[in-house]
C-alpha cells in the first residue's frame, strides 16, 4: 500500500507584508499555499502553479537563498510555472466562483475566517 498523497491548502490573504504575490510553506502533514486575493485571474493561475511547484519539487530551492543554486532553481520553478498555467489558461481554465455572492477564503492571524453573511428579513 502506498503513501497517501498529500494536497496542499490554498488560502487568500493580502501579502503585501512580504514582498510577494504567493507564498509557499512545505509542512510535512498539511502544506500551505498563501495567495494574494488581489491578483488578476491569469496572474493568480500562475502564481498557484508556481507555489504548486515548490511544494512538488522542493529540491530545486533547497539552498540558502542568495546561493546561485537557490537561483538557478527558483528560475526553473518560475519557466515551469509559466509553461503549465499559459497550458492549463489556453485549455480554458478558469477561476470560478461557485455561488452567487462567495468569495474565497481569508486567513487572518492564522484562523480562517468566511465572511459572514447578510440576514435577510
Known amino acids: 500500500m502506498g503513501r497517501k498523497r498529500v494536497v496542499p491548502r490554498i488560502v487568500y490573504r493580502h501579502l503585501g507584508k512580504e514582498w510577494c504575490w504567493g507564498q509557499a510553506t512545505a509542512y510535512p502533514k498539511r502544506p500551505l499555499?498563501?495567495?494574494?486575493p488581489r491578483l488578476g485571474a491569469k496572474r493568480m493561475l500562475e502564481v498557484v502553479c508556481h507555489e504548486a511547484l515548490h511544494i512538488a519539487l522542493p529540491h530545486?530551492?533547497?539552498?540558502?537563498?542568495?546561493?546561485?543554486?537557490?537561483?538557478?532553481?527558483?528560475?526553473e520553478v518560475d519557466r515551469l510555472g509559466k509553461i503549465l498555467s499559459?497550458?492549463?489558461?489556453?485549455?480554458?481554465?478558469?477561476?470560478?466562483?461557485?455561488?452567487?455572492?462567495?468569495t474565497?477564503?481569508?486567513l487572518s492571524r492564522h484562523?480562517?475566517?468566511?465572511?459572514k453573511k447578510?440576514?435577510?428579513?
Open 111 to 115: 484562523k480562517v475566517v468566511r465572511k
Open 60 to 75: 530545486l530551492t533547497d539552498h540558502p537563498p542568495k546561493s546561485k543554486e537557490y537561483k538557478k532553481g527558483e528560475a
Open 86 to 102: 499559459d497550458t492549463l489558461w489556453k485549455d480554458g481554465y478558469r477561476k470560478v466562483l461557485l455561488t452567487k455572492h462567495q
Open 104 to 106: 474565497p477564503v481569508l
Open 33 to 36: 499555499i498563501e495567495i494574494d
Open 118 to 121: 447578510k440576514n435577510k428579513k
